[in-house]
C-alpha cells in the first residue's frame, strides 16, 4: 500500500526551530528588563517573537497534509520576526543607542557566534550580562540570520513543491497506484 502522507519529523532539533527558541527567549528578557511597563511595545515584541516560533511548529506540521500551508505559515513566520527586527532597530534608534554596522567587529563576532551556538538557555544567559543596547544589537544580528535561514527553508518547500505537487496529486497517483494503473 502506497502512502501519500508525508509525516512531520522531529522540528525541535532544526537549527531555525532552535534559532527561532532563542528570539523568543532573549525577547522576553529583554523586554522585562528594557522596556517600561506598560508599554504596548512589549505585546507587540512578545507576539511578533512567539508567532514566528509558533508558525514554524505549525508550518512544519501542516506539511504532512497541505505544503501549501506549510509555506505560507512559514512566511507569516518570516514577517513576524522581520516586525521584531523593526522593534529591535526602533528600540535602538529611540533611546540613543548604536547600531551596530555590518562590518563592524562587533556584528562579525555576534554572527559566528550566532552561527556556531543554538542552546537558548547558554545564549539567554550570555545575555544577561549585557547592556540593553548590546543585547538589541546581538537580536538584530540574530535576526538577520533566522530571516535568512526562513527564506532558504520556504525555497526548499517550494522547490519540493514544484517537482512533487501537492497533497492531491499524492492523493490520485497513490490511488492509481493501489488500482494497478
Known amino acids: 500500500m502506497s502512502s501519500f502522507l508525508k509525516m512531520a519529523g522531529d522540528y525541535s532539533q532544526w537549527n531555525v526551530y532552535r534559532k527561532a527558541v532563542i528570539v ?19 505585546d507587540q515584541m512578545r507576539q511578533a517573537a ?8 505549525e508550518g512544519v506540521s501542516d506539511n504532512a497534509v497541505s505544503k501549501e500551508m506549510c509555506i505560507k505559515l512559514l512566511g507569516v513566520a518570516r514577517g513576524s520576526i522581520r516586525e ?16 551596530w554596522p555590518p562590518y563592524d567587529n562587533r556584528t562579525l563576532a555576534t554572527r ?7 542552546d537558548p538557555r ?51 497517483a497513490a490511488r492509481k497506484k493501489q488500482r494497478g494503473y
Not at 512567539?50 to 511548529?57: A, D, G, L, P
Not at 521584531?84 to 548604536?98: A, I, K, P, T
Not at 559566528?112 to 543554538?118: G, M, S
Not at 537580536?139 to 497533497?167: H, S, W
Open 50 to 57: 512567539r508567532s514566528c516560533k509558533q508558525n514554524i511548529v
Open 122 to 172: 547558554i545564549f539567554a544567559e550570555k545575555c544577561r550580562d549585557r547592556s540593553d543596547e548590546t543585547v538589541a544589537n546581538i537580536m538584530v544580528t540574530q535576526i538577520r540570520q533566522l530571516d535568512a535561514m526562513l527564506a532558504k527553508v520556504i525555497k526548499k518547500y517550494e522547490t519540493e513543491f514544484l517537482n512533487e505537487g501537492g497533497i492531491k496529486e499524492a492523493m490520485t
Open 84 to 99: 521584531l527586527l523593526e522593534d529591535y532597530g526602533d528600540f535602538l534608534r529611540q533611546n540613543g543607542c548604536e547600531t
Open 112 to 118: 559566528q557566534y550566532c552561527i556556531k551556538n543554538d
Open 24 to 42: 523568543c527567549d532573549v525577547t522576553e528578557l529583554f523586554i522585562n528588563r528594557a522596556l517600561p511597563r506598560g508599554s504596548r511595545t512589549i
